[in-house]
Structure formats: C-alpha cells, structure tokens
C-alpha cells in the first residue's frame, strides 16, 4: 500500500539554525498538509497546500515557517531561525480528494538544543 | 471554536477486557468525526470515521456512534487484545471544511497479556 514517507525519522538541530523536514507524499495525491505535536500536547494543524499554493494556515504557521513543493514527489517545511519551542513531532499527511481521508506519515521528531 | 477532549490516559487493560475511550466535542453543525490511531514507532492510522449524526463507524472490532444529542463519538471494542496497544487520538473536520483536522490530545493504551 502506497504510504507518505518523511525523512529524517530524527532531526537535531542547534537554536537558531535553519531545518528543513521533508515528505514525499503519496503519488496521486494533490492535498498536503503539516501537523506538530509538542511532546505531551494536541496534534495541531499548521498548514495545507493545494495546487501550489497555501490553502490554509494556522496562527503557529509564522513568518518563521514556508512549505515548497519543488518537484512533483517532495513537500517540504522550512524553519527559519529555530527556537526552543519549535521541538515536536511533525506530520505530514495528503490526499487525493476533497472528501478522501489523510494519509500520514510516521512524523519527523524535531529537537532543537 | 472547535475543539475534542478526550479521557486522559493511560489506559490499562487486560487481554479480553472491554474498552471505551470518551471522546466529546464542540463544534458548529455537524462536523465530521473520527478515530486515528499510532503504533509505536509509527504514524497517524486513520481507524474508523462517521460523517452524520447516528452513523457508526466500526474497523478491525473497533465501534465509534456519532451522538449528536451528547455531542460525543466514544470508542468501544468488546474484547480488546494485546496489539491493539496503541495512542488513540478522537479528531474531528469541521463543517463545510475540507481541510484541517482537528485533533483531541490522544490516549494511550496498554494491554496486558
């Protein structure tokens, strides 16, 4: 079965510094999204992407952060200048409709030192 | 605004026991709800789902009914076994929303054999 796969499974990564966390969604799909989840909190929503462009983002989705799809198979998040409290699990999922389910992948785990 | 709270956990059963996960919401009209569930050292699985009020989702002996009276979509399976030791996360899609999910803060399960 097809799955979204994101890679690294761990990043570490030094305040400030810039990481990029990458997925490959699955092939067809044309709906992206970004989740976190802080150690011990929700799942939180931060931000969809369709036809090239963000559908949606949430307050957490700051100037700080940017999602690319430079090709046909990657989907990537950007954070600038990382921070302490940007350490979480981070998911991404995507779909192939609009009434389909989202499919994940198994998250990158982010610490920031 | 739309949220999910779900019973805090862990969850610790025996083999065979009877399990329920509450789950409640709050959200505007009839939002979509469902079940995903994490493997250790994987990603979000989507389990069961249900779209309209008394529609009951059900997957591998798990059931979930839409209540909308009690605005409540609480997890139920008869005879609970040892690898359905997991993170259960309640979440929902809003209205007339296609996008973001909205996640409750996941409860974790133990079995024991």
């Known amino acids: 079965e097809p799955e979204v796969t994101q890679t690294p499974s761990h990043q570490v990564t030094q305040m400030g510094q810039e990481v990029i966390l990458r997925c490959v969604p699955i092939s067809n799909h044309l709906y992206f999204y970004w989740y976190r989840q802080i150690l011990g909190q929700k799942v939180e929503f931060l931000v969809s992407f369709y036809n090239n462009e963000i559908s949606e983002k949430s307050e957490i989705f700051d100037d700080q952060f940017s999602v690319e799809r430079p090709d046909g198979s990657n989907f990537t998040l950007k954070i600038r200048s990382t921070k302490l409290e940007d350490s979480a699990m981070y998911f991404c999922?995507?779909?192939?409709?609009?009434?389909?389910?989202?499919?994940f992948g198994d998250g990158t785990r982010l610490s920031i030192l | 605004g739309n949220s999910v709270t779900q019973m805090e956990g862990p969850v610790t059963l025996s083999e065979e026991a009877f399990l329920t996960i509450n789950c409640t919401y709050t959200a505007t009209g009839y939002p979509s709800l469902f079940w995903y569930v994490q493997y250790p050292g994987e990603g979000l699985q989507l389990l069961l789902k249900a779209t309209k009020a008394d529609d009951k989702g059900s997957n591998k002996g798990f059931e979930a009914t839409y209540r909308k009276e009690t605005t409540s979509f609480h997890l139920e399976k008869g005879s609970v076994q040892v690898s359905d030791s997991a993170v259960y996360f309640c979440?929902?899609?809003?209205?007339?929303?296609?996008?973001?999910?909205?996640f409750g803060k996941g409860t974790r399960l133990h079995i024991l054999p």
């Open positions: 999922a995507s779909k192939n409709g609009r009434d389909q389910p989202q499919h």
């Open positions: 979440a929902l899609i809003p209205m007339n929303r296609d996008d973001k999910i909205i």
